[in-house]
C-alpha cells in the first residue's frame, strides 16, 4: 500500500531563511506526488507536482520539491521564507490502486515563520 | 477555468438536527467528486467519493451520507448530527483519468452543540 510521512508536526524558520519540509514517501510503482499548502480556515491549493517528467518540480509561490527515487523522499523547499509562507503543508501521493483519483495525505507539516 | 464552490461557509448546528452540505463544480464535466473531513489540529479523512452521477463510494461507516444527483454537484448529509460530526469540511474534484491531482473548495465549518 502506498503511504506518505512527513517529519516534523511543525518547523519553525525565521523570515528569510530556507524552508525545508520534509516528505518521504512509499510505493510499490513509480508515484505521483503533490504538495498542497492550506491557510487557516481555507481549502488545501496544489502547490507543485510530480508525475516523473523531471525530478526537480517547480511550484508557485517560489517553492520547489526534489524526487528522489534512492530516498524516497520528495522534500519541499524555498530559498528565503516570507511571513505569508506561515501556513499547513500537505504531501500527498496518488493512489495508483484506484481508478477514482483518491490521493493519499500525510499528517500535515504546520509552518511558523519567526521576524 | 474551473471554479469549485462550498455552502454554507459557516454552520452551528445542535446535536440530533439533519444536515446538509453542498458543493458545486463549475467549468468541467463530469469530474470525480470529494467530500473530506478535517477535524480540529489533524489531518484530512476522505469520507465519500463519486466517479459520476448517482455513483457513491464511501470509505469511512458512520452516520453522514452523500448525494451527486447533478454531474457538476455533490452532497453531504446526515439526519441526526453526533458531537463527533463537529469538523471542517471540504470538498474537491478531480479531472481524472486517475492520477490527477485534486482541486478543493474553501470549505465548510461545522460546529455541533
Known amino acids: 500500500a502506498q503511504s506518505v510521512t512527513q517529519l516534523g508536526s511543525h518547523v519553525s524558520v525565521s523570515e528569510g531563511a530556507l524552508v525545508l519540509l520534509r516528505c518521504n514517501y512509499s510505493s510499490s510503482v513509480p508515484p505521483y506526488l503533490f504538495w498542497y499548502v492550506q491557510y487557516p480556515n481555507q481549502g488545501l491549493q496544489l502547490l507543485l507536482k510530480?508525475?516523473?517528467?523531471?525530478?526537480l518540480v517547480k511550484g508557485i509561490n517560489g517553492f520547489e520539491a526534489e524526487f528522489k527515487k534512492s530516498e524516497t523522499s520528495f522534500h519541499l523547499t524555498k530559498p528565503s521564507a516570507h511571513m505569508s509562507d506561515a501556513a499547513e503543508y500537505f504531501c500527498?501521493?496518488?493512489?495508483?490502486?484506484?481508478?477514482?483519483?483518491?490521493?493519499?495525505f500525510g499528517s500535515g507539516t504546520r509552518l511558523s515563520i519567526r521576524p | 477555468s474551473q471554479t469549485i464552490h462550498q455552502w454554507p461557509a459557516t454552520l452551528v448546528q445542535p446535536v440530533g438536527s439533519p444536515l446538509s452540505l453542498e458543493c458545486t463544480v463549475e467549468?468541467?464535466?463530469?469530474?470525480?467528486l470529494y467530500w473530506y473531513r478535517q477535524a480540529a489540529g489533524r489531518g484530512l479523512q476522505l469520507l465519500f467519493y463519486s466517479v459520476g452521477i448517482g455513483q457513491i463510494s464511501s470509505e469511512v461507516p458512520q452516520n453522514l451520507s452523500a448525494s451527486r444527483p447533478q454531474d457538476r454537484q455533490f452532497i453531504l448529509s446526515s439526519k441526526k448530527l453526533l458531537l463527533s460530526d463537529s469538523g471542517f469540511y471540504l470538498c474537491?474534484?478531480?479531472?481524472?483519468?486517475?492520477?490527477?491531482?485534486?482541486?478543493f473548495g474553501p470549505g465548510t465549518r461545522l460546529t455541533v452543540t
Open positions: 474537491a474534484w478531480s479531472p481524472g483519468p486517475s492520477y490527477s491531482e485534486q482541486y
Open positions: 467549468g468541467t464535466s463530469n469530474p470525480n
Open positions: 500527498a501521493v496518488s493512489d495508483l490502486y484506484s481508478s477514482a483519483s483518491k490521493i493519499i
Open positions: 510530480y508525475t516523473s517528467a523531471a525530478t
